[in-house]
């Protein structure tokens, strides 16, 4: 059976500072380069039939220092829009709101949990049919690739909160029994 390999962008000074990044479009860092380098080597072997990615830089470049040909960009892979929290970090808003969750809350002028579920569903049912010539590789985002580890799996959009996701790493779903499965999580 096909794969969907996750790939997560390689480091930037948000993801580094833990600041919430969706629309601001960021180059990677220094250190973003040499992990995105790495995963050249974490990717031998798996060559996906297809490639797509989120349009922003951080993805894009991670994709080309990756050694992955992108075939089209997806605008269904872009992070979960931050909305009024977009370049704050959590212990900032923790400051205003002490009990706010992305996974339960969203974000104000942003996302939903369910809004991002439903896209991230669309991202999957267009998956399908790529399947059947082979695995595909995805290059996004960590709340993002989340929700689609979460979905993937039968979770609601809330149950990516279970799943770290760190920068620059590869991710694996697939199936056993017939049933999707998580087949590696977060792995470099």
Do not use: F
């Amino acid at each position: 059976m096909s794969e969907i390999i996750l790939i997560r962008h390689g480091e930037t000074t948000w993801s580094a500072s833990r600041q919430h990044t969706s629309y601001t479009d960021l180059e990677l860092t220094p250190d973003g380069e040499r992990q995105a380098r790495a995963l050249a080597g974490v990717l031998a072997g798996q060559h996906p039939a297809t490639v797509l990615a989120s349009p922003r830089l951080r993805a894009l470049r991670t994709a080309q220092l990756a050694d992955l040909t992108v075939d089209r960009t997806d605008d269904d892979l872009v992070e979960w829009n931050y909305g009024r929290y977009e370049g704050r970090t959590t212990a900032d808003i923790h400051t205003d709101r002490p009990d706010w969750d992305i996974w339960t809350d969203g974000c104000p002028d942003g996302e939903s949990p369910d809004e991002i579920g439903i896209r991230v569903d669309r991202l999957l049912a267009r998956l399908a049919p790529l399947l059947e010539r082979g695995s595909v590789g995805l290059v996004g985002h960590a709340h993002q690739l989340r929700v689609v580890g979460a979905r993937w799996i039968g979770l609601p959009a809330a149950g990516g909160g279970k799943l770290r996701l760190d920068t620059a790493t590869v991710s694996v779903l697939g199936h056993e029994h017939g049933r999707p499965v998580i087949l590696r999580w977060n792995g470099r």
